[in-house]
């Protein structure tokens, strides 16, 4: 790989952080506003005077779909499926974008691709703003599952500047900003929700803020980011992918996408049901379902700073999904507040461990000339797990029930943790992350 000077790696590692952090606060805002705002849009637009439109239509569908049952499904659990259909459709849509991405930065820059993904999500953040009725709020959603690049880019670019033995704590920093972006961004998503200031759409005020953070990120980007990608990659692309047919793969990238997109389809499901199931069982509203994704968040930095950086990343891919079979086990069977954090617990360890390490372990497998096109086609199969996931998961839950849908996710996450274990190995050179200069010098 290229030689990169600790001076340029200490800044750009900067501007990541800050760039990353400020996005995925900015992402998560609206993640405990679902529930409330599909009821919003709902008793707005499909009341008995309102068939004619996007979101009557589409609950004319789920009620077809519901007569097809035997079972009488009850109707306040539209709300679910309809999150769930439109997370699986960000997610698909990221899926389809995602290696896109990853090969016009393996071409044209890892800089530019990232600015033209930030006009993307500028234009879905504003759509947002102005989502008046259901239909304006879904083309947001279009155009952010299209043009939403920031995450993969980020990998993309510390791997650009990390060699063998600082790598998987560089990865570990990014999944960090996922962290406190998850123990800040929901309950300020929450709290601002709760402050009218456009009587048509009542999550104005969040999506405003949500905007004001994207566009402060673009400018700083613009402003602070180099080229990361090595210049002979660009010169030389037929040489580097000679090469890169030539290096010898520890795991295939078929079973590391493999893994990917078989975690996330169940921890996807579990992920995007979590805010619904404590609305069902608990009553929980948007204030509470943001202080347990807080919660979740929080606990998942600390790990992310104090635990998951010092491990190597097989270690930690282990230790996330056996995490990950414990929730599930749990919260089929919660009762209490109680036992709802103790299963959010062994959530924020999953959170903290798995897709990092994975990202870690894919990147050992890529030379410098295939790289973001290798984590492109990584997080294409995570997000299509990720749309395939919550459709499926909120189906199974609003069909057969908490129990069930719980249960068969536990039996899909031991089939996962059978393959992480049995299936894949450590790369060389990756156990020496144990010894790698601690992150907080880079900062």
């Not at 679902?34 to 009620?63: C, V």
């Not at 849509?93 to 800089?111: F, M, N, T, W």
């Not at 993969?152 to 060699?163: E, G, K, P, V």
């Not at 790990?303 to 930690?316: D, E, F, N």
């Amino acid at each position: 790989m290229s030689t990169v000077d600790p001076g340029t790696r200490k800044r750009v590692l900067k501007v990541i952080f800050i760039s990353l952090l400020l996005d995925l606060i900015s992402f998560t805002f609206i993640l405990p506003l679902f529930p409330k705002l599909l009821e919003f849009y709902r008793n707005s637009e499909a009341g008995p005077e309102s068939q004619s439109t996007l979101l009557a239509r589409i609950l004319g569908g789920l009620n077809t779909y519901k007569s097809a049952f035997a079972k009488p499904i009850d109707s306040r659990y539209d709300i679910v499926l309809l999150g769930g259909a439109l997370g699986s459709l960000f997610s698909l849509l990221q899926a389809i974008a995602s290696p896109v991405i990853g090969h016009l930065s393996d071409k044209y820059g890892r800089r530019a691709a990232l600015l033209a993904s930030m006009a993307g999500n500028i234009v879905s953040v504003l759509l947002w703003v102005m989502a008046v009725d259901f239909r304006t709020f879904l083309a947001s959603r279009i155009v952010g599952g299209l043009s939403e690049g920031n995450v993969q880019l980020a990998t993309a670019i510390a791997t650009d500047i990390s060699d063998e033995t600082s790598r998987g704590s560089t990865m570990a920093l990014i999944g960090a900003c996922f962290s406190i972006a998850f123990t800040f961004g929901p309950a300020l998503g929450a709290y601002l929700s709760s402050i009218a200031t456009v009587a048509a759409n009542p999550f104005a005020t969040a999506a405003g803020v949500s905007l004001t953070l994207i566009v402060v990120e673009t400018i700083y980007l613009y402003a602070s980011l180099p080229e990361t990608l090595p210049t002979q990659t660009r010169k030389e692309i037929a040489k580097t992918a000679t090469k890169a047919a030539a290096v010898t793969r520890t795991n295939s990238h078929f079973l590391l996408n493999l893994v990917h997109f078989s975690f996330l389809l169940f921890f996807s499901g579990m992920e995007f049901s979590l805010p619904f199931m404590t609305y069902d069982l608990f009553q929980y509203n948007s204030a509470q379902n943001g202080r347990l994704l807080g919660y979740v968040g929080l606990i998942a930095s600390i790990l992310q700073g104090g635990v998951t950086r010092r491990l190597p990343p097989l270690l930690t891919v282990r230790i996330g999904v056996s995490a990950c079979l414990l929730a599930f086990v749990m919260l089929g069977r919660i009762g209490s507040i109680g036992s709802l954090y103790l299963a959010a617990t062994c959530l924020a360890t999953t959170s903290a461990t798995v897709v990092s390490g994975l990202n870690t372990l894919s990147s050992f497998e890529a030379s410098e000339g295939e790289r973001g096109g290798k984590l492109g086609i990584l997080r294409s199969w995570g997000q299509l797990g990720r749309g395939l996931g919550p459709v499926l998961f909120t189906s199974v839950y609003w069909w057969a029930g908490r129990e069930v849908a719980y249960g068969a996710g536990a039996a899909g996450i031991l089939g996962v943790t059978l393959l992480v274990f049995a299936g894949l190995k450590s790369p060389p050179g990756s156990e020496k992350t144990r010894k790698a200069t601690p992150e907080k010098k880079d900062l």
